[in-house]
Nanobody
């Protein structure tokens, strides 16, 4: 089993940057592909990005492509989401999760973290 803890959220002005971290417990972290999701108030949870277990493959939602970068450090059991050129519509709670089947936005995810709030002021 894997436990996930997100951090790095906060308040930032439009055009700014933040880097989110997702720290995982468990010895098998490096075996899992991982993903980031977000949920804005009153909206459904939305896929943001995914990364393969080795970090060699990434997948992004069209809404963040070219602005966000997902990466991982398996030695630190951590997945990152670098967010640049942030916009007001990026405001949401961001959560990470483990891919247990499939790949990308259509994969099956489990072991969700509690999330970290990102607020972008315009």
């Amino acid at each position: 089993q894997v436990q996930l803890v997100e951090s790095g959220g906060g308040l930032v002005q439009a055009g700014g940057s933040l880097r989110l971290s997702c720290a995982a417990s468990g010895r098998t972290f490096s075996s899992y592909a991982m993903g980031w999701f977000r949920q804005a108030p009153g909206k459904e949870r939305e896929f943001v990005a995914a990364i393969s277990w080795s970090g060699s493959s990434n997948y992004y939602a069209d809404s963040v492509k070219g602005r966000f970068t997902i990466s991982r450090d398996n030695a630190k059991n951590t997945v990152y989401l670098q967010m640049n050129s942030l916009q007001a519509e990026d405001t949401a709670v961001y959560s990470c999760a483990v891919i247990i089947q499939g790949w990308g936005s259509g994969a099956k995810y489990d072991y969700w973290g509690q999330g970290t709030q990102v607020t972008v002021s315009s």
